[in-house]
């Protein structure tokens, strides 16, 4: 039988066939030339072709040939070898006869040998030309036992359902397979095409025990027909999952002929026809309709079953649904506005009078583009509750973005159609949502959006929140310009700092300041009260607050620039009332809540009546300053001890805050004449500044006036006033500077129970922000320079 395998290797070829037949006539010689094979055994009746390359083994196969055509094959133990010593050579092997030989002109030799028996080499005779050695033939050993029937049948059955799951096998060897019935032949056609490991191959060439050779057999013919029907389980998958798929799409075209033949139109035309009609009543613009256009006809050659339908489908859903020229009428009554902004929210006149302005500049011009505002102050007073007050006075929808935590700047931009999910930005799905090209859109706090590797949002705001580029915003998912220039953008913030300057530029900023007393009782009693009646369900009248309950409320148990906390206190206040409804029997009458049934109901007051502290002793001065929440009072404290004359800096003060320390203190010794400060052994001793609530970072140059005069109590021995507060940048020269946040300090030191301010000249301008009502109530002194601070700071 000869070999289906065509390809030649190194020394040996790959598989081959078999042959049950055994050769006959002249005896074996006793001594045989030996042929080192370095990647396959060769079987008794195996056929198999061989590639002969170097001059050693190609001598031993012209001698071969010319004589007995008779050698012995072995496996070498060192597959790069290319001339073998008998100490590289395996014990055990094949005698061969060489069927064929050929020889081409690289030199080479193609030969084809048919295995006859097993042998064992006994000693090498002769090592050049070639090796030559002493063989013993190793006849099969059989007995007539049930068993070794029993193994022949088991490993024969086992043989052929491995040559049916395996399509590599050649039909010679299937046919081979049925017309073997001698246990020894078995056993070595199945060892011959069976898929072996080299080491596996020798083991069972040597053995010459037809019974173990069987049982040897068993585990890897179980082996090899576990991983195949692994493969053909496998495989059946996959070729029934293709099957499927041509299945049903064979049955899809042969519905969509039915469909024709019968007049009927299919679902995806139906689809598309539907969609085509949406487009047209859509009004959209030439650009859109070109791209509308082309997605349409692509959608029609899409088969439903395929991913990219949907895509496609998703998208132009989108394009259609947008409101391109869909817009609401604006509110242009400026007496109805204004009517209604003054119901919603109390104060806050400057963005009223900016909104009162926009809507005149509309009944004049018509087709003015919106302006960018943005609302910056603590919490609690208002900013985003405003923002749908303003879409109600002009009559438009209202979109409220969230920016807090935003870092991928595909949240603006949207998501480019590629990636599997993508959807468009917050933007354009704000606009489809209320269904207008000209709503009220609040970019809610603007200050807190982060960056990381998927980009920053803040830097895509850019061309969102520019009146010159917004009128072709292009979203990454539309791929299409969108204008956005009638859209009335409203941004809010705590502070500005965060945020980038050129966007800050692009911005109309309106501060927001903090309320005052008054005006928290107004809101109280206006807004507050009766929204948490009506939220704990306790009618009018159930429960009241007098004026001086919520003024006790706010003193005791709030020290914030807005109202939210004083919203959640009298939350608590109302939860309490509606339990005691519950559970007692008021015989109908109100529960009237007076100052001094608060202990009873919030426990213990939160801040003391009067925050100022009662200064004692010298070293210790009251500062202003302003945090993103509003307005806080700070404390100097400073000490001397024995030590060289150094300066230490605690209280987690940042480096403009440590320079004006040391600025101040530079200036005092170089006035301490003038200033008639005691500077005796000044070398002898060390100076220690602290800012108490020490887990708090303080920076910034508004404390230099108070970290003087701090310096200058201690150094001339006479206390700061209890009352008086400041805030200023120093100079070198002892001038006092402007500062930033004067209304918000101002109204802090007010709650806090100071009455008497000093500021620098430079903010007499600031001070007329202030409410009257605090200015009422405070003495301010404007100073210039670091010596007028002083007789108005320290007592005599």
Known sequence: MT?????????????????????????????????????????????????????????????????????AVVLQKNAESQNP????????????????????????????????????VRDYETLSPYLRAHVEVLKDELDESNELVALARNAHQQFQEIIKLSPSIPEQVKVAALNTDAPGNLSDLIATNLNLSLDERQYLIRQNNVKERLNNLRPLLTRELEVLSIGSKIQNEVTSSMAKSQRDFF??????????????ADPVTTEVNALREQAEKASLPEDVQKVVAKELERLQQLTPAVAEYAITRNYLDWLIDLPWRRSTTDN?????????????????????ERLIEFLAVIQLKKNLKGPILCLVGPPGVGKTSLGKSVADALGRKFARIALGGMRDEAEIRGHRRTYVGAMPGRIIQSLRRVGSNNPVVLLDELDKIGSDYRGDPAAALLEVLD????????????????????????ATANWLDPVYPALVDRLEVIELPSYTASEK????????????????????????????TLKRLMIDYTREAGVRQLEREIGSLARKSARRWVEGDRNGEPLTIQPGDLKEFLGLPKFAHESAERITEPGIATGLAWTPVGGEILFIEVTRMPGTGRLNLTGSLGDVMKESAQTALSYLRSQAKALALDLRDFDKFDL????????????????????????????????????????????????????????EKVMAAARSGIRELILSNQNENDWLEVPEEIRKKMKVHFVKQIAEVLPRALVK
């Open 688 to 743: 220690h500044l602290h800012v108490p609530a020490g887990a708090t970072p303080k920076d910034g140059p508004s404390a230099g006036v108070t970290i003087a005069v701090a310096f200058a109590s201690l150094l001339s021995h006479r206390k700061v006033k209890s009352d008086v507060a400041m805030t200023g940048e120093i100079s070198l020269r002892g001038r006092v500077l402007r500062v930033g946040g004067i209304k």
């Open 467 to 490: 009146p010159q580029q917004n009128k072709t915003f292009t979203d990454h998912y539309l791929d299409v310009p969108f204008d956005l220039s009638q859209v009335l953008f409203m």
């Open 332 to 352: 242009l009554d400026l007496t109805a506005a204004r009517k209604l902004l003054d119901q919603h929210h109390y104060g806050l006149e400057k963005i009223k």
């Open 3 to 71: 070999s289906p395998d065509t390809e030649f290797i190194r020394i040996l070829g790959a598989s081959g066939g078999s042959s049950p037949a055994r050769s006959s006539g002249k005896p074996l010689p006793d001594v045989l030339p030996v042929l080192g094979l370095s990647d396959i055994v060769i079987f008794p009746g195996m056929v198999a072709p061989l590639l002969v390359e170097t001059v050693q083994s190609i001598r031993l196969i012209d001698d071969v040939v010319e004589g007995d055509r008779l050698l």
């Open 521 to 548: 009782l107004f809101i109280a009693r206006r807004h507050l009260v009766p929204r948490q009646l009506e939220e704990h369900g306790l009618e009018k009248g159930k429960m009241k607050l007098p004026e001086a």
């Open 251 to 264: 049955l899809r075209e042969q519905i969509r002929a039915i469909q024709r033949e019968l007049g009927e």
């Open 85 to 120: 010593m008998p100490e590289e050579m395996w014990e055990h092997g094949c005698v061969a006869r060489v069927l064929k030989m050929m020889k081409f002109p690289d030199n080479t030799v193609r030969i084809l040998i048919e295995g006859l028996w097993r042998i064992r």
